[in-house]
């Protein structure tokens, strides 16, 4: 049951370049979105989110685009950069839970980037 | 920068053994949660813990799992007789009291079952 897709195992984009991860989803239910990145043997780290009530948010070089009515989101990197090298996770929350926000994060599979010198 | 800190960093047990996972989640946080990746997997929500019960679990935590908050500043899962398919990474998160506040993830603990 793949309510969150990350279509795209491997990404290779050159230095300097923007990256372009995407992420589909099926769960009208989500209201949140977020971004993790994931290095090898670490925990996943917070890269930037986005409410279902708006279509951009952007921080530094990383910007999220959200469409609601195709149910896809993506992850711009502008200038991608060699620390950028990872494995991108898209995750959703549902906004139905009347709990507070204990919401548990659904994920994709995730995406690897690879950034070329 | 507060971070989520989990130890072990690796456990190897035997299948049918009890393994206590431990973490520690950023001191003014009020949701903890644990996930597990499956190597080459996802990673899975597992469950979520707010105002000392549980808020919501998956499919996955069955009566084999529990998650305890000890005391102010511990969070544990705990698999009571581990199987081989449990082996995986185990993620702790901690999230502030904001609905859209971010979850915070620890580095993992990789169990692995023999």
């Known amino acids: 049951d793949q309510q969150v897709k990350q279509n795209s195992p491997s990404l290779s984009v050159q230095e300097g370049r923007i990256s372009i991860l995407n992420c589909d989803y099926t769960?009208?239910?989500?209201?949140?979105f977020l971004w993790y990145k994931k290095y090898p043997a670490e925990g996943p780290t917070f890269l930037i989110s986005?409410?279902?009530?708006?279509d951009k948010n952007e921080d530094g070089r990383f910007t999220v685009f959200l469409n609601k009515s195709a149910k896809h989101l993506s992850l711009h990197i502008v200038p991608s950069q060699p620390g950028d090298s990872a494995v991108y996770f898209c995750?959703?929350?549902?906004?139905?839970?009347?709990?507070?926000?204990?919401?548990?994060?659904?994920f994709g599979k995730g995406t690897h980037l690879i950034i070329q010198p | 920068e507060p971070e989520v800190t989990q130890t072990p960093s690796h456990q190897v047990t035997q299948m049918g053994q009890e393994v206590i996972l431990r973490c520690v989640p950023i001191?003014?946080?009020?949701?903890f949660y644990w996930y597990r990746q499956i190597l080459g997997q996802k990673v899975e929500f597992l469950v979520s813990?707010?105002?000392?019960?549980?808020?919501?679990k998956s499919e996955i935590f069955d009566d084999q799992f529990s998650v305890e908050r000890p005391d102010g500043s511990n969070f544990t899962l705990k698999i009571r007789s581990t199987k081989l398919e449990d082996s995986a990474m185990y993620f702790c998160?901690?999230?502030?009291?904001?609905?859209?506040?971010?979850?915070?993830f620890g580095p993992g603990t990789r169990l692995t079952v023999l």
């Open positions: 998160a901690s999230k502030g009291q904001g609905r859209t506040d971010t979850q915070y």
């Open positions: 769960n009208s239910m989500f209201d949140y």
């Open positions: 986005i409410s279902s009530i708006k």
């Open positions: 995750a959703a929350r549902r906004g139905h839970y009347s709990g507070g926000g204990a919401d548990g994060l659904t």
């Open positions: 001191s003014n946080h009020l949701y």
């Open positions: 813990f707010y105002n000392n019960e549980i808020s919501e």
